[in-house]
Each structure stands twice: as structure tokens, then as C-alpha cells.
């Protein structure tokens, strides 16, 4: 065969190769670029939508607490005024009967807040069902006072009833600015 070509089919070779050798190119290049581009662009949209996710459970949490702290707040709007949380746990264990039996003190903790005022009730000698007739009668009122500690609760030293040391809570309406903040909207 002859290997002389006109010029005609040097060029059309030549032509062929170039365009083998960009097809070629391209296939190499395609994986490597957009390719590595289109990867990185579907990672980033599903971290995206994770981050999305998060962040509308975030904003649910936000605004379940913002109802709870509201159903709270409204809570202490209906206590009186003059609200005083060592009167009230004096009034109910003198109701209850247990006024001689128990010893009452205001109680401040070292960090402690003035909008969180808590007494320290020390209860000797009761019955298991006094002590649950006692909290029913503080927490049934709807006066907003929690048990912040209970420290002990043993068997009396006169084997009649049991001894308890607990630390109650509640809050004041000066806490209610908190409560007041509207929830965050997107």
C-alpha cells in the first residue's frame, strides 16, 4: 500500500486525530470537573436539607417552650397580688393540721434569685399520707410552687412517722419579662 497521501487526506488524518485526541480529552476531563462539581453540589444540598431539618425542630422545641412558659406565666397572673410564698406553706400546714410537727424557713441559696423565692420545710414525725395530703394541698391551688429539693425522708427518731427536709420553690411575676418574648419566626 502506499503511504503517500494528497493533501486532501493529510489533512482529513490530522483532523481525525485532533479530534480523537480532544473526544479523549473530554472524557478524561468530564469525571474530573463538572463531574466532581455536580458531587460536591448534591453533598452540600443534602447537608442543606439536614441542616433545614434541625433547624425547624429547633424552632418547634422553641416554640413548645414559649407555650409551656406561657400557660406558666398565666399560671401566676391568676395568683393574688401580694402573693407570699412563706404565708402560703404556712396557711396550708395549718389547713392540713401539721402547723406543730413542722418547722418553716425562708431559704436563699448562694446563687439563688429574688424571682425564685424558696422556703425550707423540715417535717417531723408525719404520716406517709399526711405528707402526700400536704404537697396535693400546696400543688392542687394552682399557686406554682415545686418541690426544689427533698434532702431526706427517714423513718422518725420516735419510730412514729417519718422525718423530711425539703426545699420548695415558685416563681414571682417579676419573672414574667422572660416570658414575654415573642417567638422567633422564619
Given amino acids: 500500500m502506499k503511504q503517500n497521501l494528497d493533501k486532501r487526506d493529510q489533512i482529513g488524518l490530522i483532523l481525525g486525530i485532533f479530534a480523537v485526541t480532544l473526544v479523549l480529552m473530554l472524557a478524561l476531563y468530564i469525571p474530573a470537573g463538572p463531574r466532581r462539581s455536580c458531587l460536591k453540589s448534591q453533598s452540600a444540598l443534602e447537608q442543606a436539607r439536614t441542616d433545614l431539618q434541625t433547624q425547624q425542630m429547633a424552632k418547634m422545641d422553641e416554640a413548645d417552650r414559649l407555650s409551656r412558659q406561657k400557660q406558666l406565666m398565666e399560671l401566676l397572673a ?18 392540713q393540721g ?66 423530711c427536709d425539703v426545699t420548695l420553690m415558685t416563681l414571682t411575676a417579676s419573672a414574667a419579662p422572660a416570658a414575654s418574648a415573642a417567638p422567633p419566626t422564619s
Fill in 98 to 163: 401539721l402547723r406543730d410537727r413542722a418547722q418553716l424557713d425562708q431559704f436563699k441559696p448562694r446563687n439563688g434569685s429574688p424571682s425564685e423565692p424558696m422556703v425550707q420545710l423540715r417535717l417531723e414525725g408525719v404520716g406517709f399520707d399526711e405528707i402526700i395530703s400536704l404537697f396535693h394541698g400546696l400543688y392542687s391551688s394552682g399557686s406554682v410552687i415545686a418541690v426544689y429539693k427533698m434532702e431526706s425522708m427517714r423513718p422518725a427518731a420516735s419510730l412514729k412517722g417519718l422525718d
Fill in 78 to 95: 391568676k395568683r393574688p397580688a401580694g402573693f407570699e410564698m412563706f404565708a402560703y406553706v404556712d396557711g396550708v400546714l395549718n389547713t
